[in-house]
């Protein structure tokens, strides 16, 4: 493929980070747009402008009137912000990328594999309702006015500063301080979690392809290891070679902890796995490289390297211990 010119809204997160890195890696000329605010190495040859996505007036003086073979939205969460952007790039650009979330896919999932025909229906969290809201714009936009788009819908997805459990780094210290970890439900669900890296390839595969305008496409490994193993392998990257977990329902966790209610029962407290066929035939090299147990030793390698990242969030690990008084019988919910 030719070099693409190509326009990242975002490009400091935990997937667009590594979309720049694999775009950077495939030849194609990189302009990352954001407020500038966060402190994150991006490769050389990437030119950043700063500007801010909320404000059309101020994303439209950053663009100014350059042209895109491809502009990769990873910052709309609600229409009004996929209206701003178009506002500002439609009639420039040869196809805007639009970053949904394979939690918008119904929950709980009636059949798995879960595929691009699943219909699209979250009850329990609204970030996802907000992203098919999103997509519902974009279909209208490219069946009416003909808008280049496309949609990817990635599901859980990490890197080495993102600790997939419900108390991230509040769980590894309480499994190092010889505490109790809670799991949702039994632990024997199925998560399909996919490293960052996997994700660009085929990410990076369907930038400036025309057999992607007008589709969706999720974009998720094919590594779906249950929960108990992924904090086995968490706690084994920590040097605990004993760790106690105890099972609570998830219904009885988002009780407790009301801020991982949505997320827990709109999407994780779910068996999800995925079929992944038709980003594939696309984009044939992608495959699942990085399995948990290796990111895992990955993400602990780095939270060791910087002890100003290892956060315990004192209100949830209170409420970690409440759980775990009532699941043992020496205590009762308030």
């Known amino acids: ?47 950043q402008i700063i500007g801010d996505v909320r404000d059309a007036a101020s994303l439209r003086a950053a663009v100014k009137d350059e042209r895109f073979d491809v502009v990769a939205d990873f910052l709309s969460f609600v229409p009004e912000h996929v209206e701003t952007v178009l506002s500002a790039v439609e009639g420039r650009v040869g196809q805007y990328v639009y970053i949904s979330s394979a939690s918008a896919y119904e929950k709980p999932p009636r059949y798995l594999p879960v595929t691009e025909s699943t219909p699209l229906r979250n009850p329990f969290w609204q970030y996802s309702r907000d992203k098919i809201a999103c997509e519902q714009l974009l279909v209208d936009a490219h069946r009416s006015r003909g808008l280049p788009v496309t949609i990817v819908r990635p599901s859980h997805t990490y890197n080495q500063t993102k600790i997939p459990t419900i108390g991230g780094w509040t769980d590894i210290a309480r499994m190092r301080a010889g505490k109790p970890v809670v799991i949702h439900g039994d632990g024997t669900s ?119 990242e290892q956060r315990v969030n004192a209100s949830l690990d209170a409420a970690f211990d409440a759980m775990v008084a009532h699941a043992r019988g020496a205590g009762t919910p308030a």
């Open 1 to 47: 493929m030719s070099s693409l010119r190509l326009l990242f809204l975002g490009g400091t997160g935990t997937i667009s980070t590594a979309c720049v890195r694999a775009a950077v890696a495939a030849g194609h000329d990189v302009t990352v747009l954001n407020r500038g605010t966060r402190d994150w190495e991006l490769p050389a040859s990437v030119h």
């Open 190 to 308: 199925l998560w399909t979690i996919t490293h960052a890296d996997d994700f660009a390839v085929a990410f990076t595969g369907l930038l400036g392809n025309p057999a992607a305008i007008g589709d969706a496409f999720t974009i998720t490994g094919t590594h779906a290891p249950t929960w108990n193993q992924i904090y086995r392998w968490l706690a084994d990257a920590a040097g605990v070679t004993d760790p106690q977990f105890v099972h609570v329902a998830s219904e009885t966790i988002a009780a407790w902890a009301p801020e991982v209610g949505p997320t827990l029962l709109g999407d994780k407290a779910h068996s999800v796995t995925f079929d992944v066929s038709k980003v594939t035939r696309l984009v044939p090299q992608f495959r699942t490289t990085i399995t948990f147990d290796e990111g895992a030793r990955r993400i602990v390698e780095f939270y060791d390297a910087h002890p100003e």
